[in-house]
């Protein structure tokens, strides 16, 4: 079956350095990935996406790289703020049904 | 300005004793789906619904159930809850323009079995 993973489950990171959490998935007739950030009690929060047929996007402070060759996916985010402490989630999207990968922690260190 | 809205935010229910938790939505997406969470855990798609059409996991306990009387309301029936069922309930909605868009997440209901 479909299955999206995470490399690294804890990123400790200094405030203001740049923090890049990677992801992997096994189908390849996968077509839409986001990338939600979840804050401790609250559900999870649309940080970007990005359609199979794209390979970069780019938001306000995060860029979403996809290498379909690979089946990798990552999230950059440039200039880590404390706000940006939260477990991070990637997601594939394929038809109408949504899998979660296993989520990675990111620290912000002041 | 929410627009996935579920309640009640915190729930605790009693062994055994049937419990009901409610979505509903602004966004006017036909999709609906209901996903578990537990501790630490990535969130786990339970079933969803596209338009009035029900799609259940395969790994779905039949303990789980779930309705949808309309486009903006849709609830999460455990008939008989157990201890293992404690957990985090996120509902979420998506539209369908030919291709799935706007994947959008409740803040969840918690669901706490004494």
């Known amino acids: 079956g479909e299955s999206v993973g995470l490399h690294l489950p804890t990123l400790s990171v200094q405030e203001g350095d740049n923090s890049i959490i990677n992801c992997a998935y096994s189908n390849s007739a996968s077509d839409y990935f986001i990338w939600y950030k979840q804050e401790s009690g609250k559900g999870p929060q649309f940080i970007i996406d990005i359609r199979s047929n794209m390979d970069k996007r780019q938001g306000q402070r995060v860029t979403v790289l996809l290498n379909k060759t690979v089946k990798h996916l990552s999230l950059q985010i440039a200039a880590t703020q404390p706000g940006d402490s939260a477990v991070y989630f990637c997601a594939h999207g394929a038809g109408n049904k949504l899998t979660f990968g296993g989520g990675t922690r990111v620290l912000v260190k002041p | 300005d929410a627009m996935v809205i579920q309640n009640p935010r915190y729930q605790v229910t009693q062994f055994g004793k049937p419990v009901t938790l409610s979505c509903s939505q602004t966004?006017?997406?036909?999709?609906m789906y209901w996903y578990q969470q537990k501790s630490s855990q990535a969130p786990k798609l339970l079933f969803h619904?596209?338009?009035?059409?029900?799609?259940n996991e395969a790994d779905t306990p039949d303990n789980f159930q779930s309705r949808r009387p309309n486009t903006s309301f849709c609830f999460l029936d455990i008939r008989s809850p157990g201890l293992g069922d404690a957990a985090m309930y996120l509902c979420a909605t998506s539209g369908d323009r030919g291709r799935f868009y706007g994947y959008t997440f409740g803040s969840g209901t918690r669901l706490t079995v004494v």
């Open positions: 966004l006017n997406h036909n999709v």
């Open positions: 619904y596209y338009d009035k059409d029900f799609n």
